[in-house]
């Protein structure tokens, strides 16, 4: 008889998101990580509480798959540069994950399990942002405003939702260039 290999949260969690890519995320079920993983359903709960926990680990996972994705692309990178390249990563790891993507929380700051995540994320929004001289209100006026245009964009293109004929990436770099020149009429 084969030895099964030990199962983690960590397991679970990658036995979900792989489930969130291929299905998407109405298709996240316990009962469906537990066939997934090979257990019966009540033994994932020695790993998570609820399947709004396991939701809350995706959101993790989520955040900090963006975030590396992000630092790698602003690294050694300022100003317009940065901010450029941070926005095509934003709209890159969207297409390439459009489930994953969808799950991702929309305020983790204020959720216990995500908050650090979510801060690690911040942290490198704002530090795109830094060389503009932007503190407080600002940088966080800021911070939204570029979510707004890469989220609003990605999302709506991954569910498909520009149909007119003109190039998509025209328009993203439209946005992008819309952004920069607030940027620097701030700075």
């Known amino acids: 008889m084969a030895v099964r290999p030990r199962l983690t949260t960590a397991k679970v969690v990658d036995a979900a998101l792989e489930l969130v890519d291929e299905q998407g995320a109405g298709a996240l079920t316990l009962a469906a990580v537990a066939a997934r993983t090979g257990v019966a359903t009540p033994s ?31 690294l050694g990178r300022s100003g317009d540069e940065a901010v450029e390249a941070l926005m095509h990563a934003h709209r890159a790891y969207a297409a390439e994950h459009p489930n994953r993507y969808a799950a991702a929380p929309m305020d983790p700051l204020h959720d216990e399990l995500q908050r650090a995540a979510g801060a690690k994320l911040m942290d490198v929004l704002l530090a795109t942002l830094r060389s503009y001289g932007l503190e407080g209100s600002d940088a ?48």
């Not at 709960?45 to 790698?72: N, Q």
């Not at 570029?146 to 939702?161: D, T, W």
Request: no cysteine; hydrophobic share 40%.
């Open 44 to 74: 994932l709960y020695k790993h998570v509480a609820s399947l709004a926990e396991l939701r809350g680990h995706i959101g993790v996972r989520v955040i900090e798959d963006m975030t590396a994705r992000f630092t790698e692309a602003v």
């Open 140 to 187: 966080v006026h800021a911070t939204r405003r570029l979510r707004v245009i890469a989220h609003g964009f990605a999302s709506i293109e991954s569910s498909g939702g520009f149909g007119l004929p003109e190039g998509l990436d025209d328009t993203y770099d439209q946005l992008v260039r819309m952004y920069l020149d607030d940027l620097r009429g701030q700075s």
